[in-house]
Structures are given as C-alpha cells and as structure tokens.
C-alpha cells in the first residue's frame, strides 16, 4: 500500500455519526468494539500487523467506526487452503438436480440435534421431498430451534441479516463458513478470467457502501496472506477533509471492488482513476445498463453475485448470462407455487438447503427470490423477491420479467415501478432513454406511467428497493 506524505489541511473533528438519534447508537465509534487484535486475527503475523496499523493511520483514510476481523485460527487456514484446491476446477452443481448424497447425513443430523425437527420427526428423518419448508419468518418466530444443541456456541459471532422486508434476523455465524465465502470469490474472479494474487502495494479487497450512516474499517484477510480490506462509505460525512476520499481510493487502488449496484454507480462517479481487477456485484439485482458502464469504467469483469446472509453465497454470474450455482454444501431447487419442482424452462421460488453454516442448518429453505431454471440448471431471469404482475388496461396480466426487459433494453440504469388500486402506474427510473422506455411500457399494459427522473441508484431509497411493487389484488400470485 503506498504512502502518502501528510496532508497539511487540518482535520475537521469527527461528527457524531447518529445525529442525535438513539436508535443509531450502534454507528457511535467502535461504541461496540470488545476484542482485541490478536483475537481478531489469531495467526497475526508482524507484516499482517504492520500492513493493518497503515490502514488505519494513513493520512488520507475514512473515519474508522468500527473493528471487525475474521478470527480465522491455524485449522481454519488449513481447511481453506484445501476447499480452494478443492473448487478450482471443479464443475459447478445444477439446481433442480438430483438430491446429493450429503443431504442424507443432514437429515439425520437435524433429526438427532436440531430442536425444529426432534420434535417432529422422533429420530427418523422422512424422505427429503417429504420436508416440509422453512421461509424467513419460521427463523424470526423461533431461531433458537433451529440451532443444533449438540454444537457449542462459544466460537459463534452474530451477523444480520435486514432483508428486504420484515424484521432483521440476528443468525449465528463460524468463521470458517464466512471466510469460505472469499475462496469462493477467487475462484469466481478466476472465471472471469482475472489474475488476483496478494500485493502488497494494494488494497485486495474494497467493500463500499453509499449512505448517510454506515460501519466503516480497516481489516485483513488471513486466508488470503493477510492482505487488507477495508469498508468504506462514500458520503461526505465520513470523511476528515475535502479530498480525501479521492487520495485515500487512489493511494489504495483496490484489486477487488465489491458493493451493491447503487453503490458501485455512485463510486463510477468519484473523479479518480482505479485499477480494479474484478468488480462484485451483489445484494440487488445487477441491470446490463449497470454492469456496462462498470466495465467501462474500470475496463475489468463484473461478477453479479446472488446469495443471501443466511445461506450465504449461492450462485453468480460472471459473463452477464444466467447465475450459475457454486460449489459448496448448497442443494438448490427451483419450486412453483404448490412446492412442486419447476421444468427447465420454467419460473419458481428459489429453495436452499445448505450444511455450510454448522450453526444454523438449513432444510429447504424459501428464499422469497424467483428465477427461470435454465436447462443446464443455472437461475436465470432471476428478479429476487416475491414476483409482480401488473394489470393490462385490457385486464389481462403481464409478469414483471417482460417489463425488465424492455426497461433493460433501453438502458435503464435501475428502476422502480408500481401500480396503484386504480391501475395508474408510477416509474422512478436511472438512466436510460426515457420516452422510448415509456412507449415500450404503454405498448405492453396499455397504460403511459407517470415518470420521474432519478440521478442516481440510491434516489431509490435505502436498503434494498424493490423493481415493483403493486397495490392491485392478485398481483403477488
């Protein structure tokens, strides 16, 4: 990481970052830090060490609000090290396939040790397509029972999980199955056809969000020769002084470059010249629109992930073309409304059952997110959470995967549309050619929506904005 001489502008003091709103308190700075280094990263070596205190201290950096590491032991190390000799060539698994031989061992696990199930099943697991499934708010009702008692919790850290609707969860995580979440992404940019190796010159990994309040740190990757990372925001807030945002990005110059599609546009937009040799896209759904003017941007590959926090990640896209699953201890089907397997060809809800996490086993898991199962068993289409239809003047419906179409094909950047009690349709739209956009709309309902222009992805609002949304009865079948 190269040093920059200090800036002689003096530093503003550092503002409180909740504006006086207790229900912030949590942002006050490293207000929630408990341990200590060496227990952050316990294999810490003195360069890993000196490479983190440059992070912190370099003159340019964000303010710091928080510590975070990924307390990844020696035997932690070694089983990584094996799971990225293990899946880098490996053939990615199918969705909709047949039901693999590890399911079998977790069935009886969750028989034995996970309270949902002892209960119910006395021992003796039914037939896999026999379980019943599990959605989000089965996990809000009663977490608790779907811990395995047989697990100690004493190595366990929490992770939250907001969704995009409902209460956020607090899911107990491992460091082992979080850290197996970066040899999954190497292997991903490797795909796409990126070198990415340590350098000790550069940030590997820039986590960036784009809003008023966040967590920012400085951190290390001990998987990946205890190279930094760091999250930070884009808002003028975060920063000391004028500029230093644009220095400390520059004096970094980050391999890998992961964020959600707002806030990777927002970051295009910052005067200074990056390097990237991947971009991850994750957490929303990534428009052609985005990912060209990313690649553009940065002349690198742009890798749309799909995953969410309690399965982690599921499958990614590394050419624009459909999300292909990765390899790991995910069993994924693709179900039509009555919980029967769709055809290839076919629109569903995406299912997860996972033994990734040893603190939370999931069996069938709804994940409210839809796609087109493709006949080589990749996601295709997929829109993320429960599937709109809007009426047509005509009264007939139209899904609301026609509708991305013709939004994506004229280069909308990303966009939300609804449709009120009355049939009167309302779009917020980014980019993209407006009156063609609106015209290829009228065209499919029958109906010219009322438009407004947005500057920018997070005009949508904070979180994870929903594409559409309807106010009509039947829209959600």
Known sequence: MSEDAMDATPARPLPPHHDGDPVLGEYEPFADTALTDAERWPTLTGPGAARLAALRAHPHAPMWVHECGDRLDADDLAALAHLHAEISGTEPPSAGSATPSWVTGLLERAATTVPRYRRTWRGTPPAFA?????????LAADLASFVPVD???????????????????????????????????RRLVALAGADWVPDPGRLA????VSQETAFTYASLLSAFEQAGLARINLHPSAWRRPGDREAFLAAVQPQVITSTPSALVDLADVEVALHPVAVISGANALSPAARDLLRTRWGAPVIDVYGLMETGPVAASVDGGPHVLLPRDHHVEVLDAHG???????RGEIVVTSAENPYLPLLRYRTGDHARLTADGALADLEGRT???????????????????????????AWHLHQGADGALGLRAVGGDEEPALRSIERLLGRRPRSARLARPADLGPGKPRRFSSDLPGATP
């Open 130 to 138: 026999d379980v019943p499934t599990i959605t989000r708010a089965d």
């Open 151 to 185: 697990r100690s919790l004493a190595d366990a850290f929490t992770g939250t999980s907001t969704g995009s609707t409902g209460a956020a969860l607090v899911l107990p995580q491992h460091a082992r199955t979080v850290g197996s979440d970066l040899i999954q992404l």
């Open 205 to 208: 990994v820039l986590s960036v």
């Open 340 to 346: 029967r397997g769709v055809a290839a060809g076919h």
């Open 387 to 413: 599937p709109v239809r809007f009426a047509a003047s005509d009264g007939t419906w139209v899904d609301a995967v026609g509708l991305t179409q013709v939004l994506q094909a004229h280069g909308t950047l």
